[in-house]
Protein backbone atom coordinates (compact mmCIF):
# COMPACT_ATOMS: atom_id res chain seq x y z
CA UNK A 1 0.00 0.00 0.00
CA UNK A 2 1.13 3.53 -0.82
CA UNK A 3 1.18 5.63 2.29
CA UNK A 4 -0.79 8.81 1.74
CA UNK A 5 1.05 12.61 1.40
CA UNK A 6 0.10 15.79 2.12
CA UNK A 7 1.63 18.66 -0.04
CA UNK A 8 3.28 21.21 2.75
CA UNK A 9 4.21 24.66 1.41
CA UNK A 10 6.35 27.18 3.63
CA UNK A 11 7.78 30.82 3.61
CA UNK A 12 10.39 31.64 5.44
CA UNK A 13 12.27 34.77 6.49
CA UNK A 14 15.77 34.71 5.34
CA UNK A 15 16.65 35.53 8.45
CA UNK A 16 15.10 32.33 9.62
CA UNK A 17 15.94 29.91 7.19
CA UNK A 18 19.00 28.52 8.17
CA UNK A 19 17.59 27.71 11.98
CA UNK A 20 14.51 26.47 10.35
CA UNK A 21 15.97 24.00 8.20
CA UNK A 22 18.28 22.98 10.80
CA UNK A 23 15.24 22.27 12.97
CA UNK A 24 13.38 20.66 9.96
CA UNK A 25 16.01 18.69 9.59
CA UNK A 26 16.40 17.09 12.56
CA UNK A 27 12.68 16.87 12.93
CA UNK A 28 13.88 14.61 9.71
CA UNK A 29 9.88 13.80 8.03
CA UNK A 30 9.29 15.81 5.02
CA UNK A 31 10.13 15.19 1.53
CA UNK A 32 11.77 18.34 0.33
CA UNK A 33 11.02 19.49 -3.75
CA UNK A 34 14.01 20.69 -4.80
CA UNK A 35 12.85 23.51 -7.61
CA UNK A 36 16.92 23.97 -8.58
CA UNK A 37 20.30 22.88 -7.64
CA UNK A 38 23.24 25.57 -7.48
CA UNK A 39 25.52 23.36 -9.39
CA UNK A 40 28.26 26.58 -9.65
CA UNK A 41 28.54 25.94 -6.21
CA UNK A 42 32.24 25.15 -5.57
CA UNK A 43 31.81 24.57 -2.06
CA UNK A 44 29.32 21.87 -2.81
CA UNK A 45 31.26 20.26 -5.54
CA UNK A 46 34.35 19.92 -3.07
CA UNK A 47 32.44 18.30 -0.34
CA UNK A 48 30.74 15.92 -2.82
CA UNK A 49 33.92 14.87 -4.11
CA UNK A 50 35.11 14.30 -0.74
CA UNK A 51 31.72 12.53 0.19
CA UNK A 52 32.83 10.52 -2.64
CA UNK A 53 36.44 9.43 -1.19
CA UNK A 54 35.22 8.76 1.84
CA UNK A 55 32.07 5.97 0.38
CA UNK A 56 35.06 4.44 -1.42
CA UNK A 57 36.90 4.09 2.03
CA UNK A 58 34.24 2.63 3.87
CA UNK A 59 32.87 0.32 1.06
CA UNK A 60 36.81 -1.00 1.26
CA UNK A 61 36.60 -1.07 5.08
CA UNK A 62 33.60 -3.08 4.52
CA UNK A 63 35.43 -5.70 2.26
CA UNK A 64 38.32 -5.98 4.60
CA UNK A 65 36.08 -6.78 7.25
CA UNK A 66 34.69 -9.48 5.22
CA UNK A 67 37.97 -10.99 4.39
CA UNK A 68 39.06 -10.38 8.19
CA UNK A 69 38.21 -14.21 10.00
CA UNK A 70 36.05 -13.84 13.38
CA UNK A 71 38.83 -14.29 15.78
CA UNK A 72 41.40 -11.82 13.52
CA UNK A 73 40.43 -8.89 16.37
CA UNK A 74 40.87 -6.30 13.74
CA UNK A 75 38.95 -2.86 14.69
CA UNK A 76 37.16 -2.80 11.34
CA UNK A 77 33.79 -1.88 13.08
CA UNK A 78 31.36 -0.10 11.22
CA UNK A 79 28.54 0.12 13.96
CA UNK A 80 30.48 2.26 16.30
CA UNK A 81 29.15 5.68 17.19
CA UNK A 82 32.07 7.80 17.03
CA UNK A 83 32.55 11.35 16.86
CA UNK A 84 34.13 13.24 14.06
CA UNK A 85 37.37 14.76 15.02
CA UNK A 86 39.05 17.10 12.72
CA UNK A 87 42.23 14.87 10.79
CA UNK A 88 39.38 12.04 10.09
CA UNK A 89 39.87 12.95 6.70
CA UNK A 90 43.48 12.36 6.56
CA UNK A 91 42.23 8.30 7.07
CA UNK A 92 40.77 8.96 4.05
CA UNK A 93 44.30 10.60 2.15
CA UNK A 94 46.23 8.22 3.72
CA UNK A 95 44.06 5.23 2.36
CA UNK A 96 44.06 6.71 -1.07
CA UNK A 97 48.17 7.02 -0.73
CA UNK A 98 48.45 3.37 0.66
CA UNK A 99 46.27 2.67 -2.82
CA UNK A 100 48.12 3.91 -4.89
CA UNK A 101 51.60 2.32 -3.70
CA UNK A 102 49.76 -0.72 -3.60
CA UNK A 103 48.71 -0.30 -7.14
CA UNK A 104 52.17 0.41 -8.19
CA UNK A 105 53.40 -2.71 -6.60
CA UNK A 106 50.78 -4.84 -7.88
CA UNK A 107 52.04 -3.67 -11.50
CA UNK A 108 55.62 -4.21 -10.43
CA UNK A 109 54.57 -7.81 -9.17
CA UNK A 110 52.65 -8.71 -12.60
CA UNK A 111 55.71 -7.76 -14.55
CA UNK A 112 57.96 -9.74 -12.35
CA UNK A 113 56.02 -12.86 -12.49
CA UNK A 114 55.82 -12.94 -16.44
CA UNK A 115 59.81 -12.62 -15.84
CA UNK A 116 59.43 -15.37 -14.10
CA UNK A 117 57.16 -17.56 -15.96
CA UNK A 118 59.18 -17.02 -19.07
CA UNK A 119 62.75 -17.55 -17.36
CA UNK A 120 61.75 -20.44 -15.44
CA UNK A 121 61.89 -23.05 -18.02
CA UNK A 122 65.67 -22.04 -18.57
CA UNK A 123 66.94 -23.18 -14.89
CA UNK A 124 69.62 -21.79 -12.50
CA UNK A 125 72.87 -20.43 -14.19
CA UNK A 126 74.67 -17.42 -14.14
CA UNK A 127 74.98 -14.63 -16.59
CA UNK A 128 78.51 -14.27 -15.78
CA UNK A 129 79.30 -17.76 -17.58
CA UNK A 130 77.50 -16.86 -20.34
CA UNK A 131 79.77 -13.44 -20.40
CA UNK A 132 82.86 -16.15 -20.19
CA UNK A 133 82.13 -17.77 -23.38
CA UNK A 134 81.40 -14.20 -25.20
CA UNK A 135 84.70 -13.31 -24.24
CA UNK A 136 86.41 -16.61 -25.86
CA UNK A 137 84.18 -16.02 -29.60
CA UNK A 138 81.52 -18.29 -28.54
CA UNK A 139 77.86 -16.71 -28.92
CA UNK A 140 75.48 -18.37 -26.84
CA UNK A 141 71.61 -17.75 -28.45
CA UNK A 142 68.21 -18.83 -26.50
CA UNK A 143 65.05 -20.63 -28.60
CA UNK A 144 61.76 -21.86 -28.52
CA UNK A 145 60.48 -24.09 -30.87
CA UNK A 146 57.65 -26.22 -31.01
CA UNK A 147 58.49 -30.42 -30.65
CA UNK A 148 58.16 -31.56 -34.37
CA UNK A 149 60.44 -28.85 -35.61
CA UNK A 150 62.74 -28.77 -32.78
CA UNK A 151 63.81 -32.10 -34.25
CA UNK A 152 65.50 -30.96 -37.74
CA UNK A 153 67.69 -28.80 -35.28
CA UNK A 154 68.80 -31.88 -33.38
CA UNK A 155 69.66 -33.57 -36.83
CA UNK A 156 71.31 -30.25 -37.92
CA UNK A 157 74.71 -29.31 -38.21
CA UNK A 158 74.56 -26.89 -35.46
CA UNK A 159 75.42 -27.20 -31.86
CA UNK A 160 72.45 -26.87 -29.27
CA UNK A 161 71.43 -27.94 -26.11
CA UNK A 162 68.16 -28.98 -25.04
CA UNK A 163 67.32 -27.00 -21.75
CA UNK A 164 64.01 -28.01 -21.14
CA UNK A 165 60.82 -29.03 -22.58
CA UNK A 166 57.16 -29.08 -22.10
CA UNK A 167 54.31 -30.74 -23.57
CA UNK A 168 54.08 -28.06 -26.66
CA UNK A 169 57.30 -26.46 -26.49
CA UNK A 170 61.15 -27.23 -26.26
CA UNK A 171 63.92 -24.62 -25.06
CA UNK A 172 66.64 -25.33 -26.34
CA UNK A 173 70.30 -23.48 -26.45
CA UNK A 174 72.53 -22.83 -29.41
CA UNK A 175 76.33 -22.63 -29.67
CA UNK A 176 78.03 -20.53 -32.38
CA UNK A 177 81.19 -18.99 -33.79
CA UNK A 178 81.62 -16.44 -35.80
CA UNK A 179 78.30 -15.51 -38.05
CA UNK A 180 74.86 -16.84 -36.27
CA UNK A 181 73.13 -19.23 -38.38
CA UNK A 182 69.86 -18.39 -39.44
CA UNK A 183 67.25 -20.17 -37.20
CA UNK A 184 63.41 -20.58 -38.01
CA UNK A 185 62.28 -20.48 -34.34
CA UNK A 186 61.59 -17.98 -31.55
CA UNK A 187 64.79 -16.38 -30.47
CA UNK A 188 64.42 -15.69 -26.62
CA UNK A 189 66.77 -12.70 -25.50
CA UNK A 190 67.85 -13.37 -21.92
CA UNK A 191 67.38 -10.55 -19.94
CA UNK A 192 70.08 -8.69 -17.85
CA UNK A 193 68.90 -10.05 -14.25
CA UNK A 194 69.51 -13.57 -13.23
CA UNK A 195 66.34 -15.58 -12.11
CA UNK A 196 68.11 -15.84 -8.77
CA UNK A 197 67.59 -12.18 -8.61
CA UNK A 198 64.43 -11.92 -10.07
CA UNK A 199 62.80 -14.44 -7.51
CA UNK A 200 65.09 -12.24 -4.58
CA UNK A 201 63.43 -9.27 -5.86
CA UNK A 202 60.03 -11.22 -6.64
CA UNK A 203 59.95 -12.00 -2.55
CA UNK A 204 61.05 -8.28 -1.85
CA UNK A 205 58.16 -6.87 -3.39
CA UNK A 206 55.76 -9.29 -1.62
CA UNK A 207 56.93 -8.37 1.85
CA UNK A 208 56.85 -4.79 0.75
CA UNK A 209 53.04 -4.93 -0.05
CA UNK A 210 52.24 -7.15 2.87
CA UNK A 211 53.70 -4.17 5.02
CA UNK A 212 51.37 -1.64 2.93
CA UNK A 213 48.42 -4.41 3.18
CA UNK A 214 48.97 -3.88 7.16
CA UNK A 215 49.61 -0.31 7.06
CA UNK A 216 46.16 -0.01 4.91
CA UNK A 217 44.92 -2.32 8.01
CA UNK A 218 45.55 0.27 10.44
CA UNK A 219 43.61 2.99 8.50
CA UNK A 220 40.86 1.16 8.61
CA UNK A 221 40.74 0.74 12.56
CA UNK A 222 39.45 4.06 12.24
CA UNK A 223 36.26 3.59 9.86
CA UNK A 224 34.14 3.76 12.80
CA UNK A 225 34.76 7.52 12.90
CA UNK A 226 35.47 8.36 9.35
CA UNK A 227 31.09 6.71 8.90
CA UNK A 228 30.80 9.19 11.38
CA UNK A 229 32.12 12.12 9.98
CA UNK A 230 31.06 10.61 6.43
CA UNK A 231 27.17 10.96 8.34
CA UNK A 232 28.01 14.24 9.25
CA UNK A 233 28.85 15.66 5.69
CA UNK A 234 26.21 13.98 4.52
CA UNK A 235 23.78 15.66 6.29
CA UNK A 236 25.87 19.08 5.79
CA UNK A 237 25.57 18.26 1.99
CA UNK A 238 21.56 17.72 2.10
CA UNK A 239 21.58 21.30 4.48
CA UNK A 240 23.30 23.00 1.73
CA UNK A 241 21.72 21.71 -1.49
CA UNK A 242 18.29 21.85 0.42
CA UNK A 243 19.34 25.52 1.47
CA UNK A 244 20.83 26.74 -2.01
CA UNK A 245 17.61 25.49 -4.02
CA UNK A 246 14.71 27.12 -2.10
CA UNK A 247 12.74 29.31 -4.37
CA UNK A 248 13.06 32.91 -3.17
CA UNK A 249 10.42 36.01 -3.65
CA UNK A 250 10.47 39.71 -2.36
CA UNK A 251 13.61 40.51 -3.32
CA UNK A 252 15.04 37.38 -1.93
CA UNK A 253 14.01 38.10 1.77
CA UNK A 254 11.35 35.40 1.69
CA UNK A 255 11.76 31.78 0.87
CA UNK A 256 9.17 29.14 -0.53
CA UNK A 257 9.40 25.25 0.87
CA UNK A 258 7.46 22.86 -0.95
CA UNK A 259 7.57 18.99 0.07
CA UNK A 260 5.22 16.10 1.04
CA UNK A 261 4.27 15.00 4.97
CA UNK A 262 3.10 11.19 4.80
CA UNK A 263 -0.50 10.92 7.07
CA UNK A 264 1.07 9.28 9.54
CA UNK A 265 3.33 12.11 10.41
CA UNK A 266 1.07 15.11 9.68
CA UNK A 267 0.35 15.92 13.00
CA UNK A 268 3.58 15.71 14.37
CA UNK A 269 4.71 18.28 11.61
CA UNK A 270 1.91 20.51 12.00
CA UNK A 271 2.72 20.86 15.31
CA UNK A 272 6.35 21.37 14.56
CA UNK A 273 5.57 24.45 12.24
CA UNK A 274 3.21 26.13 14.23
CA UNK A 275 6.00 26.57 17.02
CA UNK A 276 7.95 28.14 14.49
CA UNK A 277 7.79 31.61 12.75
CA UNK A 278 6.77 30.43 9.63
CA UNK A 279 3.77 31.01 7.40
CA UNK A 280 2.53 27.35 6.22
CA UNK A 281 0.05 25.37 4.71
CA UNK A 282 -1.05 22.08 3.84
CA UNK A 283 -2.77 20.76 0.19
CA UNK A 284 -3.55 17.55 -1.46
CA UNK A 285 -2.04 16.52 -4.21
CA UNK A 286 -2.78 17.48 -7.71
CA UNK A 287 -3.09 15.10 -10.78
CA UNK A 288 0.45 14.83 -12.28
CA UNK A 289 2.28 15.75 -9.33
CA UNK A 290 5.14 14.01 -8.84
CA UNK A 291 4.22 12.84 -5.00
CA UNK A 292 7.31 10.50 -3.61
CA UNK A 293 6.71 7.10 -2.73
CA UNK A 294 6.38 5.76 0.52
CA UNK A 295 5.38 2.18 0.64
CA UNK A 296 3.46 0.26 4.01
CA UNK A 297 2.58 -3.24 3.81
CA UNK A 298 2.07 -6.11 6.46
CA UNK A 299 4.44 -8.44 7.73
CA UNK A 300 4.76 -11.05 4.66
CA UNK A 301 4.16 -8.57 2.04
CA UNK A 302 6.84 -5.93 3.24
CA UNK A 303 9.22 -9.04 2.80
CA UNK A 304 8.75 -8.53 -1.60
CA UNK A 305 9.07 -5.13 -1.66
CA UNK A 306 12.76 -5.15 -2.98
CA UNK A 307 11.49 -7.19 -5.61
CA UNK A 308 8.86 -4.06 -6.40
CA UNK A 309 12.01 -1.71 -6.25
CA UNK A 310 14.04 -3.93 -8.72
CA UNK A 311 11.34 -2.87 -11.34
CA UNK A 312 10.18 0.04 -10.60
CA UNK A 313 8.10 1.97 -8.13
CA UNK A 314 4.33 2.82 -8.57
CA UNK A 315 2.85 6.33 -8.87
CA UNK A 316 1.26 7.89 -6.53
CA UNK A 317 -1.81 7.45 -8.40
CA UNK A 318 -1.72 3.74 -9.39
CA UNK A 319 -2.17 0.17 -6.76
CA UNK A 320 1.07 -0.91 -5.08
CA UNK A 321 0.76 -4.11 -6.65
CA UNK A 322 3.19 -5.87 -3.82
CA UNK A 323 0.78 -7.40 -1.94
CA UNK A 324 -0.94 -8.74 -4.68
CA UNK A 325 1.78 -10.38 -6.54
CA UNK A 326 4.02 -11.44 -3.33
CA UNK A 327 1.35 -14.58 -3.20
CA UNK A 328 1.85 -15.91 -6.51
CA UNK A 329 5.55 -15.13 -6.09
CA UNK A 330 5.66 -17.41 -3.49
CA UNK A 331 3.97 -20.75 -5.31
CA UNK A 332 5.46 -19.96 -8.40
CA UNK A 333 8.88 -20.42 -6.89
CA UNK A 334 7.75 -23.37 -4.84
CA UNK A 335 6.34 -24.96 -8.37
CA UNK A 336 9.70 -24.42 -10.46
CA UNK A 337 11.95 -25.57 -7.67
CA UNK A 338 9.63 -28.48 -6.63
CA UNK A 339 11.80 -30.79 -4.65
CA UNK A 340 10.91 -31.17 -0.50
CA UNK A 341 14.51 -31.68 -0.10
CA UNK A 342 16.16 -28.67 -1.79
CA UNK A 343 13.30 -26.39 0.34
CA UNK A 344 14.43 -28.21 3.23
CA UNK A 345 18.13 -26.95 2.86
CA UNK A 346 16.70 -23.69 2.13
CA UNK A 347 14.74 -23.21 5.23
CA UNK A 348 18.05 -24.79 7.25
CA UNK A 349 20.53 -22.31 5.41
CA UNK A 350 18.12 -19.18 5.85
CA UNK A 351 17.50 -20.53 9.59
CA UNK A 352 21.67 -20.66 9.69
CA UNK A 353 22.35 -17.20 8.24
CA UNK A 354 19.50 -15.58 9.78
CA UNK A 355 21.83 -15.46 13.42
CA UNK A 356 24.82 -14.18 11.21
CA UNK A 357 23.38 -11.45 10.00
CA UNK A 358 22.76 -8.43 11.31
CA UNK A 359 19.21 -6.76 12.14
CA UNK A 360 18.60 -4.92 8.45
CA UNK A 361 19.88 -7.98 6.89
CA UNK A 362 17.59 -10.60 8.38
CA UNK A 363 14.38 -10.07 6.17
CA UNK A 364 16.34 -11.49 3.27
CA UNK A 365 16.63 -14.51 5.22
CA UNK A 366 12.75 -14.49 6.43
CA UNK A 367 12.05 -14.34 2.57
CA UNK A 368 14.58 -17.39 1.95
CA UNK A 369 12.44 -19.11 4.34
CA UNK A 370 8.90 -18.50 3.00
CA UNK A 371 10.21 -19.66 -0.91
CA UNK A 372 11.89 -22.94 0.85
CA UNK A 373 8.83 -23.94 3.03
CA UNK A 374 6.94 -23.75 -0.38
CA UNK A 375 9.59 -25.37 -1.96
CA UNK A 376 9.13 -28.09 0.54
CA UNK A 377 5.43 -28.44 0.04
CA UNK A 378 5.15 -28.70 -3.84
CA UNK A 379 7.53 -31.40 -3.75
CA UNK A 380 5.78 -32.97 -1.22
CA UNK A 381 2.43 -32.87 -3.02
CA UNK A 382 4.53 -33.39 -6.38
CA UNK A 383 6.26 -36.42 -5.09
CA UNK A 384 9.53 -35.23 -5.07
CA UNK A 385 12.44 -35.38 -2.77
CA UNK A 386 16.23 -35.03 -4.28
CA UNK A 387 15.03 -36.40 -7.41
CA UNK A 388 13.61 -39.64 -5.91
CA UNK A 389 10.10 -40.00 -6.90
CA UNK A 390 7.41 -40.31 -3.43
CA UNK A 391 4.74 -41.98 -4.99
CA UNK A 392 6.77 -44.96 -5.62
CA UNK A 393 7.40 -45.36 -1.85
CA UNK A 394 5.32 -47.32 -0.20
CA UNK A 395 3.60 -45.62 3.05
CA UNK A 396 4.22 -41.38 1.59
CA UNK A 397 2.66 -42.11 -1.82
CA UNK A 398 -0.31 -40.90 -0.28
CA UNK A 399 0.86 -36.98 0.45
CA UNK A 400 1.67 -36.94 -3.69
CA UNK A 401 -1.62 -35.18 -4.68
CA UNK A 402 -0.31 -34.13 -8.34
CA UNK A 403 1.03 -36.51 -11.00
CA UNK A 404 2.49 -34.64 -14.14
CA UNK A 405 -0.41 -34.02 -15.79
CA UNK A 406 -2.42 -32.47 -13.09
CA UNK A 407 0.68 -29.97 -12.54
CA UNK A 408 0.27 -29.03 -16.28
CA UNK A 409 -2.60 -28.00 -15.88
CA UNK A 410 -2.06 -26.39 -12.09
CA UNK A 411 -0.12 -23.90 -13.80
CA UNK A 412 -2.24 -22.94 -16.56
CA UNK A 413 -4.88 -22.43 -13.95
CA UNK A 414 -2.96 -20.05 -11.73
CA UNK A 415 -1.83 -18.20 -14.89
CA UNK A 416 -5.35 -17.76 -15.56
CA UNK A 417 -5.93 -16.55 -12.48
CA UNK A 418 -2.94 -14.13 -12.08
CA UNK A 419 -3.90 -12.66 -15.52
CA UNK A 420 -7.63 -12.11 -14.56
CA UNK A 421 -6.10 -10.60 -11.10
CA UNK A 422 -4.51 -8.51 -13.06
CA UNK A 423 -6.98 -7.19 -14.75
CA UNK A 424 -9.44 -6.53 -11.93
CA UNK A 425 -6.65 -4.52 -10.58
CA UNK A 426 -6.48 -2.59 -13.60
CA UNK A 427 -9.89 -1.93 -13.68
CA UNK A 428 -9.72 -0.39 -10.15
CA UNK A 429 -7.02 1.45 -10.87
CA UNK A 430 -9.04 3.14 -13.84
CA UNK A 431 -11.84 4.12 -10.89
CA UNK A 432 -9.47 5.26 -8.55
CA UNK A 433 -7.86 7.81 -11.34
CA UNK A 434 -10.60 8.43 -13.87
CA UNK A 435 -14.01 7.32 -11.99
CA UNK A 436 -16.06 4.68 -12.93
CA UNK A 437 -16.77 4.49 -16.62
CA UNK A 438 -12.97 4.53 -17.45
CA UNK A 439 -12.98 0.78 -16.11
CA UNK A 440 -15.71 -0.63 -18.51
CA UNK A 441 -13.48 -1.16 -21.14
CA UNK A 442 -11.36 -3.02 -18.75
CA UNK A 443 -14.06 -4.50 -16.80
CA UNK A 444 -15.19 -5.94 -20.73
CA UNK A 445 -12.34 -7.99 -20.81
CA UNK A 446 -12.88 -10.00 -17.63
CA UNK A 447 -16.47 -10.39 -18.72
CA UNK A 448 -15.44 -11.63 -22.09
CA UNK A 449 -12.78 -13.55 -21.52
CA UNK A 450 -15.14 -15.28 -18.51
CA UNK A 451 -17.24 -16.31 -21.50
CA UNK A 452 -14.94 -17.59 -23.43
CA UNK A 453 -13.95 -19.88 -20.40
CA UNK A 454 -17.95 -21.03 -19.58
CA UNK A 455 -18.53 -21.78 -23.84
CA UNK A 456 -17.21 -25.04 -23.24
CA UNK A 457 -19.84 -26.13 -20.29
CA UNK A 458 -22.34 -23.06 -20.50
CA UNK A 459 -23.85 -22.44 -24.11
CA UNK A 460 -25.38 -19.44 -23.89
CA UNK A 461 -22.80 -17.54 -22.43
CA UNK A 462 -21.62 -16.34 -26.06
CA UNK A 463 -23.96 -13.66 -25.37
CA UNK A 464 -21.78 -12.52 -22.21
CA UNK A 465 -18.66 -12.15 -24.65
CA UNK A 466 -20.86 -10.31 -27.02
CA UNK A 467 -22.03 -7.87 -23.81
CA UNK A 468 -17.81 -7.82 -22.71
CA UNK A 469 -16.92 -6.98 -26.66
CA UNK A 470 -19.53 -4.02 -26.19
CA UNK A 471 -18.46 -3.01 -23.38
CA UNK A 472 -14.60 -2.87 -24.87
CA UNK A 473 -16.09 -1.21 -28.61
CA UNK A 474 -17.58 1.74 -26.82
CA UNK A 475 -15.50 2.55 -23.29
CA UNK A 476 -12.05 2.24 -24.18
CA UNK A 477 -11.88 5.89 -24.75
CA UNK A 478 -14.22 8.44 -23.29
CA UNK A 479 -12.62 11.72 -24.56
CA UNK A 480 -13.03 10.10 -28.15
CA UNK A 481 -16.06 10.65 -30.29
CA UNK A 482 -18.58 7.06 -30.67
CA UNK A 483 -16.81 6.14 -34.24
CA UNK A 484 -12.76 6.59 -32.87
CA UNK A 485 -13.95 4.64 -29.71
CA UNK A 486 -15.13 1.63 -32.20
CA UNK A 487 -12.02 1.66 -34.38
CA UNK A 488 -9.82 1.82 -31.13
CA UNK A 489 -11.94 -1.08 -29.88
CA UNK A 490 -11.46 -3.61 -32.60
CA UNK A 491 -7.63 -2.64 -32.17
CA UNK A 492 -7.94 -3.73 -28.41
CA UNK A 493 -9.70 -6.67 -29.51
CA UNK A 494 -6.87 -8.32 -31.65
CA UNK A 495 -4.83 -7.82 -28.41
CA UNK A 496 -6.78 -11.27 -27.50
CA UNK A 497 -4.14 -13.10 -28.76
CA UNK A 498 -1.77 -11.50 -26.43
CA UNK A 499 -3.74 -12.72 -23.91
CA UNK A 500 -3.82 -16.35 -24.46
CA UNK A 501 0.17 -15.89 -24.76
CA UNK A 502 0.20 -14.53 -21.57
CA UNK A 503 -1.40 -17.38 -20.10
CA UNK A 504 0.33 -19.60 -22.38
CA UNK A 505 4.12 -18.11 -20.62
CA UNK A 506 2.78 -19.95 -17.21
CA UNK A 507 3.78 -23.35 -18.76
CA UNK A 508 7.59 -22.15 -17.61
CA UNK A 509 6.23 -22.79 -14.54
CA UNK A 510 5.33 -26.71 -15.42
CA UNK A 511 8.57 -27.05 -17.60
CA UNK A 512 11.22 -25.68 -14.86
CA UNK A 513 9.58 -28.23 -12.29
CA UNK A 514 10.37 -30.95 -14.84
CA UNK A 515 13.51 -29.99 -15.17
CA UNK A 516 14.51 -29.62 -11.52
CA UNK A 517 13.27 -33.39 -11.10
CA UNK A 518 14.92 -34.90 -13.99
CA UNK A 519 18.30 -33.20 -13.16
CA UNK A 520 17.90 -34.62 -9.75
CA UNK A 521 16.99 -38.02 -10.99
CA UNK A 522 19.82 -38.43 -13.61
CA UNK A 523 22.06 -37.49 -10.54
CA UNK A 524 20.69 -40.11 -8.54
CA UNK A 525 21.52 -42.61 -11.41
CA UNK A 526 24.91 -41.52 -12.15
CA UNK A 527 25.91 -42.28 -8.48
CA UNK A 528 24.27 -45.36 -7.60
CA UNK A 529 25.94 -46.53 -10.76
CA UNK A 530 29.18 -45.89 -8.97
CA UNK A 531 28.71 -48.08 -6.20
CA UNK A 532 30.20 -50.98 -7.76
CA UNK A 533 33.52 -49.46 -8.28
CA UNK A 534 36.15 -51.19 -6.00
CA UNK A 535 37.04 -49.74 -2.84
CA UNK A 536 35.93 -46.15 -3.77
CA UNK A 537 32.53 -47.01 -5.04
CA UNK A 538 30.24 -45.61 -1.86
CA UNK A 539 32.74 -42.87 -1.09
CA UNK A 540 32.56 -42.17 -4.91
CA UNK A 541 28.66 -42.03 -4.89
CA UNK A 542 28.89 -39.75 -1.97
CA UNK A 543 30.50 -37.12 -3.84
CA UNK A 544 28.47 -37.56 -7.13
CA UNK A 545 25.56 -36.88 -4.87
CA UNK A 546 26.62 -33.66 -3.09
CA UNK A 547 27.93 -32.14 -6.07
CA UNK A 548 25.65 -33.43 -8.64
CA UNK A 549 22.56 -32.20 -5.99
CA UNK A 550 24.65 -28.73 -4.85
CA UNK A 551 24.49 -28.19 -8.67
CA UNK A 552 21.23 -28.73 -9.29
CA UNK A 553 20.23 -26.88 -6.80
CA UNK A 554 21.35 -23.69 -7.49
CA UNK A 555 20.84 -23.21 -11.26
CA UNK A 556 17.33 -24.61 -10.35
CA UNK A 557 16.88 -22.28 -7.54
CA UNK A 558 18.82 -19.12 -9.67
CA UNK A 559 15.91 -20.07 -12.60
CA UNK A 560 13.15 -20.39 -9.79
CA UNK A 561 13.61 -17.00 -8.88
CA UNK A 562 14.10 -15.31 -12.50
CA UNK A 563 11.07 -16.90 -13.93
CA UNK A 564 8.57 -16.09 -11.25
CA UNK A 565 10.08 -12.53 -11.86
CA UNK A 566 9.41 -12.39 -15.58
CA UNK A 567 6.02 -13.20 -14.90
CA UNK A 568 5.40 -10.76 -12.34
CA UNK A 569 6.99 -8.05 -14.42
CA UNK A 570 5.60 -8.90 -17.87
CA UNK A 571 2.28 -11.24 -17.76
CA UNK A 572 0.74 -9.69 -14.66
CA UNK A 573 2.63 -6.14 -14.89
CA UNK A 574 1.14 -6.05 -18.21
CA UNK A 575 -2.13 -7.41 -17.39
CA UNK A 576 -2.76 -4.72 -14.39
CA UNK A 577 -1.78 -1.66 -16.66
CA UNK A 578 1.45 -1.17 -14.08
CA UNK A 579 2.80 1.97 -15.10
CA UNK A 580 5.66 2.50 -12.49
CA UNK A 581 7.83 5.80 -12.20
CA UNK A 582 7.49 6.45 -9.22
CA UNK A 583 9.90 8.37 -6.87
CA UNK A 584 10.51 6.72 -3.09
CA UNK A 585 9.99 9.24 -0.19
CA UNK A 586 13.46 10.21 1.18
CA UNK A 587 12.84 12.82 4.04
CA UNK A 588 14.99 15.71 4.42
CA UNK A 589 17.05 14.29 7.79
CA UNK A 590 19.95 13.95 9.88
CA UNK A 591 21.87 10.86 8.53
CA UNK A 592 23.17 8.22 10.69
Known amino acids: ?105 DDRIEKMEREIRNLAPWGDFSRESIKRMNDIGINVRFFISPLKKFKQYEQAEIICEEIFRDKTYAYFVVFEQGESSVIDCDEFFYPDTDFPQLETEYMKLQAEKAREQEELEAVFSRAAEVQAYYNARETELSFLTTSSSLSSAVENTVYILSGWVPYPVLAETEKFLQEK ?48 FA ?26 ARGKLTADKRPITSLLMILGASTFLFGLISGNLFGVDLSKLPGIRKIVIFDQMQLFNAALILGVIQVFLGMFLKALNRIRQFGFMSSLSSFGWIIMLGGLLGLSFFRPSIWVVYFGMLLILLFNDLKSNI ?22 SYIRLFALGISSSILGFVVNDIAMQC ?22 LLLSALSSFVHPLRLTFVEFYKNAGFEGGGKAYAPFRQIK
Open 1 to 105: MIVPMKKITALIFHKEKDAFLSALQDLGVVHISLEKKDTGNESLQVLEKNIERMRTFLNAAKKQERRLPDNSGSAVVMKKDSAAVPDTFSSVEAFEKIKDEISVI
Open 277 to 324: DVYFYFSKPQPGEPVPILLRNNRFARLFEPITKMFALPQYAELDLTAF
Open 327 to 352: PFFTLFFGFCLGDAGYGLIIVIAALI
Open 483 to 504: FVRLGKGAWELYGITGVFGDVL
Open 531 to 552: RGVPFVGYLLTFVILIIGHTGN
